[in-house]
């Protein structure tokens, strides 16, 4: 009986030689836990964001603008800002993308580069199909 099997690892999951252990780890948590592309958002689209802090609303205007508050101080009302991504708490960035478990990285008119606590939760508050992973 032949007891040799192979299994096909799908490419996805194949760690890069390139990066680090911890790297390689953190890119493929985010897939897990999940998170939405901003460019896959419609203008006007909302998002409802949880960190281990906070709540903040952001409205993607495209391109990687929003609007976004829910922060007594940088963000107490509405205000247009640049969604940079989301980091693993280090240097390397997602561009362009909010994941649970990530840090959000937007730029600020006044405060300039704003880094939120731990995302717990996203919410679309009109989802598209596909849009939330």
């Not at 949880?50 to 609007?67: C, M, V």
């Amino acid at each position: 009986m032949d007891t040799d099997i192979r299994a096909r690892i799908p490419r996805g999951f194949i760690p890069h030689p390139n990066l680090s252990d911890e790297v390689n780890h953190n890119i493929v948590q985010s897939e897990i836990e999940g998170g939405v592309h901003m460019d896959s958002l419609r203008e006007g689209e909302i998002l409802e964001v949880e960190t281990q802090n906070r709540w903040y609303r952001i409205e993607n205007l495209g391109r990687g603008k929003a609007l976004i508050s829910g922060h007594p101080l940088f963000c107490p009302k509405p205000i247009p800002v640049s969604i940079e991504g989301c980091t693993w708490g280090g240097t390397m960035l997602k561009v362009r993308y909010i994941g649970r478990g990530m840090h959000l990285e937007f730029r600020h008119p006044h405060y300039h580069t704003i880094i939120t606590s731990r995302i717990v939760e996203i919410r679309a508050t009109n989802p598209l199909p596909n849009a939330l992973a």
